[in-house]
Nanobody, 124 residues
Framework: QVQLVESGGGLVQAGGSLRLSCAAAGRTLRNYAMGWFRQAPGKEREFVAA????????KYTDSVKGRFTISRDSAKNTLFLQMNSLKPEDTAVYYC?????????????????WGQGTQVTVSS
């Protein structure tokens, strides 16, 4: 299994930006479909963004389209989530996730490995 470690979370004012990183150890991320999920207090974990293993196609939940960008750096074996125009409703613990050898996008039911999560808090 690939080990995933997130970083980059923090406290930011509404309208600000953060860049989350997910460093992988033990496996190369090129063999995985990757994604970001989040869980707010009292709510279920939900999909945020995904990038496919082949072609680097991307997919986003509607509430973050145009504000968030998922990307990967194969040389650094790292996944990123650039978050702009942050809103208080984006406040959550953000998790990096990986699905091995997938042809399509990762979904919450197909995750093979989870990171430990990083807290993002957006103040109004």
């Amino acid at each position: 299994q690939v080990q995933l470690v997130e970083s980059g979370g923090g406290l930011v004012q509404a309208g600000g930006s953060l860049r989350l990183s997910c460093a992988a150890a033990g496996r190369t991320l090129r063999n995985y479909a990757m994604g970001w999920f989040r869980q707010a207090p009292g709510k279920e974990r939900e999909f945020v963004a995904a990038i496919s293993r082949i072609g680097g196609n991307t997919k986003y939940t509607d509430s973050v389209k145009g504000r968030f960008t998922i990307s990967r750096d194969s040389a650094k074996n790292t996944l990123f989530l650039q978050m702009n125009s942050l809103k208080p409703e984006d406040t959550a613990v953000y998790y990096c996730a990986a699905r091995p050898e997938a042809l399509g996008f990762i979904t919450i039911s197909t995750v093979g490995s989870w990171g430990q999560g990083t807290q993002v808090t957006v103040s109004s």
